[in-house]
């Protein structure tokens, strides 16, 4: 039975009276505080619901901008034409807002501007006592922005600079960030030694620091010394000519990814609040490591010094042999953490480093051969008659993969090529598996369809001493 029209009419009446905007009687401090955690593109989208909202994107504390939405093609009108677009809408913004202090301002650019508009934009930030100013901009190299205001704020807390390309900064002899705990540098050079040192002493505060593919090419030697700081990332950083020293006894967290040889060395002999490492040791910067033994040395420093706390360790190409080629009086420190291994290229003569380094890892569960195992010095076609004899001396036996086989759990074999080299030390690795639950092998992508068919077949006949564990084939990820 339908009901009436008439009860229907008091049904609607009754929602239309329960349906206020509740929403819009909340005073405008609240507003403007619930339209912070919007994109500021958004926020200011709200200006067309009504004559209420038209002007509530104003109070503001967080305000990010994006030129993405509106970057053309590069070198056409479009994207010219977007550009001043998007800078006509971020001055006018500027121009309307009424808070202070803001709490965040966020500026990620596809495009390039002049220095001129980029130093008004954050001159705005900086007079309104921001706390937390992050940018990633396409910066000219030729005429970079003013970032002295960035080093003599009272308010900052976090400064992330992260730039498309590189670009120099000269730290000013009057820096002074007494609040800032947050230092994030991306793609940046350093004109001297002296701006790392004043960059440091500005910041007493600083807690956590991230320092990617920055350089300076300069000599001399600064030690930051810290009980603050709490979390350190060190990614593909070079001082080849000089030396920086870290010493942080309270650090708790350390990503350090870097080319051995490149004089940067955190310590922390007395640390007692250490959490967890990951350590990335990459090829060498020098062209004769035997000559730059020093470099080496801090390397294998840090690696003595994380040795407790180390949850992931990736050896790169030609790094192992260095990094774990202990003096006579040395031995292999204890791993009780470490849980994953990245390997990469490197020779045969570095396996009984490794293995040793295995043995002292009971909780390793993950093993990831990043270059697959092939010969470096023959051809990777298979099943080639052209080999250089070197990979027909060590027989799969002699090569001591058994630590692998009895504590990992999950490993990685990348870019096999169907060398005979990759299938016998595959073999080899199911034929002494105990624990191994799942053994994954990444063929190489630029494989002709019928080399890989051949692969598989020969990796689905080896025998497998785990009746648990599981052989999966897959293509090459593009992580790697």
């Keep these: 039975m339908r009901p009436s029209k008439k009860h229907g009419n008091h049904v609607g009446d009754l929602i239309s009276r329960n349906c206020l905007d509740r929403l819009s009687s909340l005073p405008d401090d609240i507003l403007g505080h619930m339209l912070s955690f919007l994109p500021t593109r958004s926020a200011v989208s709200t200006s067309i619901l009504s004559t209420r909202w038209r002007y509530l994107f104003s109070l503001t504390t967080c305000l990010s901008f994006d030129d993405a939405p509106c970057s053309g093609k590069p070198g056409t009108n479009g994207r010219v034409k977007a550009t001043r677009i998007f800078k006509k809408f971020v001055n006018k913004l500027l121009k309307l807002h009424k808070i202070s202090p803001i709490q965040k301002f ?23 006592g921001v706390q937390e100013l992050h940018y990633q901009l396409c910066i000219q190299t030729d005429c970079p922005p003013d970032s002295d205001g960035f080093f003599m704020s009272e308010t900052l807390v ?10 120099a900064i000269k730290i000013p002899i009057s820096a002074w960030l007494p609040k800032l705990k947050i230092l994030h540098l991306d793609r940046v ?79 922390w002999k ?6 967890r490492a990951e350590l990335t040791f990459g090829g060498s910067t020098y062209d004769d490591l035997d000559n730059n033994r020093q470099s080496v040395k801090y390397d294998r420093e840090l690696l003595k010094a994380a040795a407790s706390k180390a949850t992931k360790l990736c050896f790169k190409m030609d790094s192992v042999q260095f990094i774990l080629t202990l003096d006579d009086d040395d031995q292999m420190p204890d791993f009780p953490s470490l849980s994953t291994l990245h390997i990469g290229n490197f020779s045969y003569e570095a396996w009984k480093y490794v293995t040793s380094l295995v043995d002292k890892a009971p909780q390793l569960e993950t093993v990831i051969f990043e270059t697959g195992f092939h010969c470096c010095y023959c051809s990777d076609h298979y099943f080639s008659d052209d080999n250089c004899g070197y990979c027909d001396s060590p027989s799969p036996s002699d090569i001591p993969l058994n630590p692998f086989s009895w504590q990992a759990q999950l490993i990685e074999v990348h870019n096999c090529c169907g060398h005979k080299v990759s299938l016998l030390l595959t073999e080899h690795l199911l034929r002494n598996a105990s624990v191994l639950r799942r053994l994954v092998v990444y063929t190489n992508k630029d494989l002709d369809l019928e080399v890989e068919q051949k692969i598989s077949e020969d990796l689905l006949m080896l025998p497998e001493a785990s009746r648990n564990c599981k052989l999966e084939m897959k293509l090459k990820p593009s992580l790697y």
């Design 106 to 128: 966020s500026l990620v650019c596809q495009n390039t501007y002049d220095a001129s508009v980029l130093n008004r934009w954050f001159s705005f930030a900086l007079q309104k």
């Design 189 to 267: 050079v350093l004109l001297d030694f002296d701006s790392l040192e004043r960059l440091f002493s500005s910041c007493a505060l600083l807690e956590e620091l991230t320092l990617k593919t920055c350089e300076c090419d300069y000599d001399g030697h600064v030690i930051h010394r810290t009980r603050m700081l709490k979390v350190l990332t060190i990614e593909l950083c070079s001082f080849p000519l000089g030396k920086f020293e870290i010493d942080a006894p309270n650090l708790t967290y350390l990503t350090y990814s870097l080319n051995i040889g490149v004089n940067i060395v955190p310590s």
């Design 158 to 167: 976090s400064l992330k600079m992260i730039g498309r390309w590189y670009y």
């Design 270 to 275: 007395h640390s007692y609040s250490f959490v």
